[in-house]
């Protein structure tokens, strides 16, 4: 056996480096398994605190993801291991004004929808309701009627430049009214250098201006759908005077109540696109003033049929599109709820017109232009509180209520009480509307709309609602007989009104 210069026998080295080389490889397995576990241990928590935007929890520990490739890299820059998870920050609070933000916090997909549906609800007044109403009165009376729409938008337009978006959709010093720190559109900005712009802190993916144009839209056919109860008899210059009072008195009011967040109603009410703030509060007021004004000269006696049905139906086709970005529009979100109110909508207003079309059939013999599409403007306003908030199944038993119960309030509850409800205004809208309130309360979908019904509720909403119209526009309407008279004279409304209010006639 051959030693070595330390005097070590050579097998004796072997056996040494044979021990050496197991146990370093050895060491380097135990390394390796050691620095797994590090990073599993390390990377674990991190994978478990990333929350989805807008998730309350943390994803469940058997769905946490694998450790990546470049694990070892991430464990050595989460120093030290042992140290806890750290708490995920706290989402910052929804705002509750008006705020200025980078256009990065604008949702291109929703500004598109919503400028959309601002459009398709200004459609619905002219020339929707414009043909609509147009095609109901007699011939001698048409361009005064298209001209009560067509005048009521652009005033109403700048009434709600100067005031109205600031007293409807921003908090007041009281739950009654908004502030006035949006008059005249102040504070509503789009800065292009800066990148920022101003959001309401009801739409916040929207620009302001978007969300501002869009209510406006709405602002516009509340007091438009006033004129179907005293069409043929109103002098121009009183209309004028009453819609734009109303639309500070009465409305703006109305709607902060409802829709912003710190209005009298807004935690109970369930007024999704505006049952309360439009139809009901529209329709009170139309009986406010068929009262006040009196009936139409020669009424019950002299033929008053329709002038044009043509004109009628394609105004209340032209009103069933737009509906659609009235009630889908008011998800103020192009998303699966604007989907839901969209499809709701549609089904409710089939299904009313024909409830509307089956009853006369039943009751008169013959089934009418006039009366289904009557019954689809019918159905359109029912579904209207109801359209975020109940499911397809729902929205037919609201339509087939709207269809039947309106029709009986346009024709026997009209005729037994003897008021002049000339475009039954007060029939399909305000009755249209209370059916609406009532029945989103009892049918509402928790798993739709994440909120509780009660009819009770949405009873006292319905209930001040009609109150306050109803005094308001009296009082309105009284003010205005005592200045300037709200009534042309009998030989202006036998000649009508087109000749004498604005010197024109059709052919």
């Known amino acids: 056996m051959f030693k070595n210069k330390w005097g070590l026998p050579v097998r004796c080295i072997q056996s040494i480096w044979e021990k050496y080389r197991v146990n370093r490889v050895r060491a380097r397995r135990g390394g390796a398994l050691a620095a797994a576990v590090l990073v599993i241990t390390v990377s674990a928590p991190v994978v478990l605190a990333d929350e989805t935007p807008g998730s309350s929890q943390t994803a469940a520990p058997t769905q946490a993801a694998p450790a990546p490739a470049n694990a070892p890299a991430a464990a050595a820059q989460a120093a030290p291991a042992t140290a806890p998870a750290a708490a995920a920050p706290a989402a910052p609070p929804a705002p509750t004004t008006p705020v200025v933000v980078g256009f990065d916090k604008v949702n291109s997909g929703d500004t598109a929808w919503m400028l959309t549906s601002t459009a398709l609800v200004l459609m619905m007044t002219v020339p929707g309701l ?17 001209m009560q729409s067509f005048a009521i ?3 109403v337009t700048l009434l709600w430049w100067v005031a109205g978006y600031s007293l409807a959709f921003t908090p007041g010093s009281t739950r009654f009214l908004g502030g006035f720190n949006r008059l005249f559109l102040n504070g509503v900005v789009y800065m292009h250098d800066a990148m920022k712009l101003s959001v309401s802190h009801l ?9 501002a144009m869009f209510q406006a ?9 006033i004129c179907g109860s005293f069409a043929e008899r109103m002098k121009f ?18 709607a902060h109540w409802m829709w912003e967040p710190s209005g009298w109603f807004a935690a109970t009410q369930l007024d999704f696109a505006g049952g309360t703030v439009v139809h009901i509060n529209a329709g009170i007021a139309g009986l406010a003033t068929a009262l006040m004004l009196g009936k139409r000269q020669g009424l019950g006696r002299e033929v008053m049929a329709p002038h044009n049905l043509t004109l009628t139906v394609i105004g209340a086709s032209l009103l069933w599109v737009g509906w659609f970005g009235f009630n889908a529009g008011s998800a103020v979100a192009s998303d699966g709820r604007a989907g839901m109110a969209f499809a709701v909508t549609h089904i409710a207003t089939a299904t009313a017109a024909l409830a509307w079309m089956f009853t006369e059939w039943a009751v008169k013999g013959k089934p009418s232009v006039l009366g289904i599409a009557s019954g689809a403007v019918a159905g359109l306003v029912a579904i209207t509180p109801a359209s975020g908030f ?36 007060f029939g399909v809208h305000c009755i249209g509307g209370i059916i609406g309130a009532l029945l989103t309360g009892a049918l509402v979908s928790k798993e739709i709309s994440g909120a509780d019904g009660s009819v009770l509720l949405q009873l006292r909403g319905v209930i001040a609602t009609l109150v306050w119209s109803f005094v308001m526009s009296i009082v309105i309407l009284k003010l205005i007989d005592l ?11 036998r000649e009508g009104l087109d000749i004498s209010q604005h010197g024109e006639s059709i052919a």
Do not use: H, Q
């Open 130 to 146: 414009a043909l609509f109403y147009g095609g109901m009165v007699r011939k001698k009376n048409v361009l005064a009627t298209l």
């Open 153 to 155: 938008t652009c005033l």
């Open 203 to 211: 739409g916040v993916t929207i620009p302001e201006s978007v969300y």
């Open 217 to 225: 839209t709405f602002a516009i056919i509340t007091p438009a759908l």
């Open 237 to 254: 210059s009183a209309m004028m005077w009453f819609m734009g009072i109303w639309l500070i008195v009465v409305y703006c009011p109305v």
């Open 390 to 425: 109940v499911s397809p199944n729902s929205s037919v038993i609201i339509g087939i209520a709207a269809g039947v119960f309106c029709y009986i309030a346009s024709t026997s509850v009209k005729k037994a009480f003897g008021y002049d409800d000339s475009l039954d205004a």
């Open 483 to 493: 200045t300037i008279g709200l009534r042309v004279t009998s030989d202006e409304e």
